[in-house]
Nanobody, 127 residues
Framework: QVQLVESGGGSVQAGGSLRLSCAASGNTDSTVCMGWFRQAPGKEREGVAGIYTQPPGIPYYVDSVKGRFTISRDNAKNTLYLQMNSLKPEDTATYYC???????????????????WGQGTQVTVSS
């Protein structure tokens, strides 16, 4: 089992920045992928960014956040981050951290590739 706890959400004006954190605990050695997803009201959960744990490789980003968001991981702290810059109102959503085992390889953008999920943290961007 892997436990994930997100933090860092909040309200910000368009153009602002936020950094989300996801602290992982438990059987983290079994984790192959970690990612960030988001879900806005009335919409499906969307893969925002994903990274392999070892080695990280090239991160995955959904097109709408490329150049604005950066995913990273501090292995020593077992913490995943999502730096979000130049935020837009359409980035408003609940953001979830996720972790997956070997089945996530090549599928980092897919919710079904991940076994463990955090409780979510709200990000609200006002215009």
């Amino acid at each position: 089992q892997v436990q994930l706890v997100e933090s860092g959400g909040g309200s910000v004006q368009a153009g602002g920045s936020l950094r989300l954190s996801c602290a992982a605990s438990g059987n983290t050695d079994s984790t192959v992928c970690m990612g960030w997803f988001r879900q806005a009201p009335g919409k499906e959960r969307e893969g925002v960014a994903g990274i392999y744990t070892q080695p990280p490789g090239i991160p995955y980003y959904v097109d709408s956040v490329k150049g604005r968001f950066t995913i990273s991981r501090d292995n020593a702290k077992n913490t995943l981050y999502l730096q979000m810059n130049s935020l837009k109102p359409e980035d408003t959503a609940t953001y979830y951290c996720a972790a997956g085992g070997p089945s996530c390889v090549g599928r980092r953008s897919q919710t079904s590739a991940y076994n463990y999920w955090g409780q979510g943290t709200q990000v609200t961007v006002s215009s």
